[in-house]
């Protein structure tokens, strides 16, 4: 079964600085990838995601991530944070199984930005 | 329109009840999704649906009763849960079950009593 880790699990930065968010998966078949985050409040939406094409992908409010195959992982990226960044944030990946695509998410990474 | 809407947002219910959440959306999306969300912890995927089919149960106690009747409708029928199941319980949709990006609702938050 898909395993997905998040290698920080709380991370607090201030304003400016840049952000840099692990991400591994377990299985290595076609895989898909997908960050997404959840603003205190509100609920779960995608921040970006890799289907295929350009390893670097870019996403909403500066964000982007980098697939890299050999590692298995795809982590997330943000040159300088801001206070609004705050929030929880989750690697997810969809991978094959069964002729089905089972969604998996990681356990998480709550990011606090200091103003 | 990219929402998909839950209700009620919240819910308190004894051990003994029957309830139903429901979800629901309009974008077109094909398949529909239940999870399970603790605080501070990610998503647990219960149930996918696929085309109106129940096409993944991750080996959800049977007191969670999915159903889909239609494409744009989705409802967790709820029947003897125990204190444990209090959770946010959220839908999501994809355009299919293959690949596509899931939008999610604001969830439902359940508390057993």
């Known amino acids: 079964a898909q395993s997905v880790s998040q290698h920080n699990h709380h991370v607090i930065l201030s304003e400016a600085a840049s952000l840099e968010l692990g991400c591994n998966y377990s299985y290595g078949g076609t895989v898909n990838l997908f960050w997404y985050v959840q603003y205190p409040g509100q609920h779960l939406q995608l921040l970006l995601k890799y289907f295929s094409g350009d390893p670097l992908v870019k996403g909403i409010k500066g964000f982007e991530a980098e697939f890299i195959k050999s590692k298995f992982s795809f982590n997330l990226r943000k040159p300088s944070v801001q206070w609004s960044d705050t929030a929880e944030y989750f690697c997810a990946v969809k991978s094959a199984s069964g002729g089905s695509y089972i969604p998996t998410f990681g356990r998480g990474t709550s990011l606090i930005v200091h103003p | ?113």
């Not at chain 2, 501070?40 to 991750?58: C, Q, R, T």
């Not at chain 2, 106690?61 to 409802?75: A, D, T, Y």
């Not at chain 2, 604001?106 to 508390?111: A, C, I």
Request: aromatic share 8%; net charge neutral.
């Open chain 2, 1 to 113: 329109d990219t929402e998909v809407t839950q209700t009620p947002k919240h819910l308190v219910m004894g051990m003994t009840n029957k309830k139903s959440l429901k979800c629901e959306q309009h974008m077109g999306h094909r398949a529909m999704y239940w999870y399970k969300q603790k605080a501070k912890k990610p998503p647990e995927l219960m149930f996918v649906y696929s085309y109106e089919k129940l096409s993944i149960n991750e080996s959800v106690p049977s007191r969670f009763s999915p159903e889909c009747p239609n494409s744009s409708l989705l409802n967790l029928h709820l029947h003897a849960l125990q204190p444990e199941d209090s959770a946010l319980y959220l839908c999501a949709s994809s355009q299919d079950e293959l690949r596509d990006t899931q939008y999610f609702g604001p969830g439902t938050r359940l508390t057993v009593l």
